[in-house]
């Protein structure tokens, strides 16, 4: 998800205008990119594991 977020991102500040990432106060990408990151964390942490699966 996050390199998805980066290539849109990327392609975005490409063709549109320059849209730096803005951490104080947050803009609407820098707020994408920790949601992001949310969902990769909160998606690695939900998926089942291997162990004491016999």
């Not at 205008?17 to 730096?20: A, F, I, L, N, Y």
């Given at each position: 998800m996050t390199v998805i977020w980066f290539i849109v991102w990327l392609i975005a500040n490409n063709v549109g205008?320059?849209?730096?990432l803005l951490l104080d106060p947050v803009n609407a990408w820098t707020a994408t990119l920790i949601l992001a990151i949310?969902?990769?964390l909160g998606a690695?942490?939900?998926?089942?594991?291997?162990?004491?699966?016999h």
């Open positions: 205008g320059h849209e730096p949310g969902l990769d690695a942490h939900a998926r089942p594991g291997q162990r004491g699966r």
